[in-house]
């Protein structure tokens, strides 16, 4: 049976430099490994990572939903998640509680929760499009269209996963991300498909609240 969340997992992982930033339930540390190595990044993709990471570290703080679809599967995790300044060797964002169903995707999801992760995503992209404003959850956003081959991709970004992808027979994933007007993603939506162009999974990931969070008092509760 396919690895439940394996492409969008796999491909935030190597958007942040092979590693998942935010720990996994029970205590599990990710790591973190070298980026893609012989990559040429489009210099508008790597102009709108930067943005995009500088600002989510500038909120400092947030709320992420991840909602996954297998065929007739669904799985959610949901997290506030907090982002020091990331220096060299410094400190990755944490996630004060990782909450989900089905329980045993949640330490699965719970890498797809790192704003930082999705900010990145422009970095791994062959192509990027923008495709105007758009509006969410109220706000106003600007949606941006990536596509990735995934066998453009170094295995040593993430060598077992990305093993796993291509026996599974997922060939590429497509991406679309709405940044609001300071940069900082809202929504990541991505559809990974098989080499007969059949969707295989799909992925939403909401973001908000930010500069908010479960030890600010403006933030508890919201949803």
Same mark, same amino acid.
């Given at each position: ?17 092979? +590693? ?39 909120? +400092? ?48 999801? #719970? ?59 997922? #060939? ?21 498909? +098989?080499?007969?162009?059949? #969707? ?24």
């Amino acid at each position: 049976m396919m690895r439940r969340f394996a492409a969008a997992a796999t491909l935030f992982a190597i958007a942040l430099g092979g +590693g998942s930033a935010i720990p996994a339930p029970h205590g599990a540390a990710g790591g973190h490994q070298r980026p893609p190595a012989n990559r040429r990044i489009p210099p508008r993709a790597a102009n709108l990572s930067r943005q995009s990471l500088a600002a989510v570290e500038a909120a +400092g703080s947030g709320r992420a939903t991840v909602t996954e679809v297998v065929g007739e599967e669904r799985a959610t995790a949901s997290s506030w998640f907090a982002v020091p300044p990331v220096t060299a060797g410094g400190p990755a964002t944490r996630a004060a509680a990782v909450a989900g169903e089905p329980a045993d995707a949640v330490r699965r999801l #719970a890498s797809c929760l790192d704003p930082r992760a999705a900010a990145a995503l422009f970095t791994v992209a062959t192509e990027v499009r923008r495709l105007g404003p758009a509006r969410v959850g109220g706000q106003v956003t600007v949606r941006y269209r990536l596509d990735v081959d995934l066998s453009s991709l170094s295995d040593r970004a993430a060598p077992e996963p990305m093993a796993e992808l291509r026996q599974a027979g997922f #060939a590429a994933v497509g991406v679309d991300i709405w940044l609001d007007q300071a940069k900082r993603p809202t929504r990541v939506s991505l559809t990974a498909s +098989g080499t007969d162009h059949t #969707a295989m999974e799909t992925v939403d990931c909401r973001y908000s609240h930010w500069g908010a969070g479960p030890t600010r008092g403006a933030g508890r509760g919201r949803r």
